[in-house]
């Protein structure tokens, strides 16, 4: 990512918003609260493209940001989608099925799960029933691991993809990601993936 440039594109809540932009694509989910704006901004070496908030779902549409590397020639975008913590499925789905649903671009889904928290609540599971019913690869990324022991985010981590892959065997990656906004762990390693799943 160095000489890299990042920068907010778009807020969009339906198809017609976002279907000009035809960049390679990934997205990031998760509850609220969950460090997804912090963990965003790391990837995409920023302090506050995405605005950090303190509410609980605070951001209610999609927010596509650009990411060009001029060493390795190429542009993708990032979507932060939503925190899913607060709503049920019905209030919260019209429009994300739609993105789900018919995002030729999206290449992966980074599915964010709290290290303290360490196990899936019932809007995760929600969330991981509607990518494997539209077939869209997710990988899970196992955030504040700053807060636990190496060897405790570790089991954490294999006992959540144990759980995901009962519940979306078709779609989910066998390894997850163990990140820290707060310590910069894992984040070479989230960037390395996000570009590479984008071919760059
Ligand atoms: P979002 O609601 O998912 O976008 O989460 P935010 O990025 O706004 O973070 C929610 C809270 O978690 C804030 O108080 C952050 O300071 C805190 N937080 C975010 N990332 C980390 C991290 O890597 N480690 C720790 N210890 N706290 C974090």
Redesign the pocket.
Known sequence: FRQRSAKFLITAVKQGHYQHLSHPEVAFA????????????SVLCSQSL?K???K?G??SALNFFSLSSRARAGEINIVDMP?YGFRSRREWGGFITEYLSGRKVLRRVFM?VEAKVGELKSTDVSFLELVEEYRVPIQLVI?????LKSADAAQISNAVIKEATRIAPSVLLPQAIC?????RMGIDTLQAEVLSVCGL
């Open positions: 998760g509850r609220s609260n969950v460090g997804k704006s912090s963990l965003i901004n995405v950090t908030s303190k609980p605070h951001t925190g964010l955030t504040k691991a700053d807060k990140c820290s906004s707060r310590t």
